[in-house]
């Protein structure tokens, strides 16, 4: 009977090994999508600073126009004077606030526009880095992807060998112990065995397995069941010991059949 488990433990690694590879096969598309986020995180980073960078050379732009107006328009205002077309005192000097008001403007729109160029430059380093950030996320995913999608071939090859093993093994099966195993593997979520630990536990249900079900368990000689969650049991403990009974000396069985016959 122990050889019997002993095959039942070894199709059910083979099984869950199946599961697992299938599992994997199935989250390959979404690892993919997983990998492909921080790529995703970069270039969302990269769009959003060439976006700002935009809008300030355009108002970079719009504010060098505006200085052009206003330069222009300081450049006539100074012209009135060497053209005498000021006549009297009272617009002389009303002429000169419009003049000082002028070069205050033009003052505040250069001021604004070395402002922007600052941002702008700072901006164009940021970008740069967020550019190279975008490169090496492109090398990693594409790295990552490949070795998924490559990943694929091997877990196939796999998948293939461990199934042709395990027909070798159904067959080395008694019939009613794998329709048995079948049935739980079942409705047990692929998993028709649990071992007991050394004190005594269900490895599948974490209960308390009934102690003399866990001194059948360790002798292995007979297939039992948890009484909780029904599957079928083997030990996972410290291997059992079987000490050796010592060998009766001669004297001593000697002595005890003369004693007996004595009596």
């Known amino acids: 009977m122990k050889e019997h488990l002993e095959r039942l433990i070894a199709l ?3 099984d869950l090994r199946l599961e697992d590879i ?3 096969k199935r989250r390959i598309p979404e690892m993919v999508e997983a990998a ?3 790529l995703l995180t970069a ?5 959003s600073l060439k976006q700002e960078f935009d809008k300030l050379a355009k108002d970079r732009k719009s504010c060098e126009q505006d200085l052009a107006e206003q330069e222009q328009a ?3 205002l100074q012209d009135r004077t060497t053209k005498g077309e000021i006549k009297t005192n009272r617009e002389y000097q009303a002429h000169l606030v419009e003049i000082e008001l002028a070069k205050k403007k033009k003052g505040e729109i250069e001021e604004k526009l070395l402002i922007l160029m600052d941002q702008m430059d700072t901006k164009r380093k940021e970008l740069a880095q967020a550019e190279t950030a975008v490169k090496d996320a492109e090398k990693r995913f594409t790295s990552e992807k490949d070795s998924l999608e490559g990943s694929v071939g091997a877990l196939d090859e796999e998948m293939a060998a461990l199934k042709q093993k395990r027909e070798t093994m159904v067959g080395a099966i008694e019939p009613s112990l794998l329709r048995t195993y079948e049935k739980l593997r079942r409705t047990k979520k692929g998993q028709a065995m649990a071992g007991v630990n ?3 536990t269900c490895i599948a249900c974490r209960l308390h397995v009934e102690p003399q079900v866990v001194a059948e368990v360790k002798r292995g000689i007979s297939i039992l069941t948890c009484s909780n969650c029904q599957r079928i049991l083997y030990w996972t403990g410290e291997p059992v010991q079987i000490v050796p009974q010592p060998e009766r000396k001669t004297e001593a069985v000697g002595v005890e059949e003369a004693a007996e016959t004595t009596e």
């Open 22 to 24: 299938a599992e994997r």
């Open 43 to 47: 270039q969302a980073t990269r769009d």
């Open 12 to 14: 059910q690694e083979a």
């Open 36 to 38: 492909r986020q921080p």
């Open 74 to 76: 300081l450049s006539k």
């Open 198 to 200: 050394k004190d005594g």
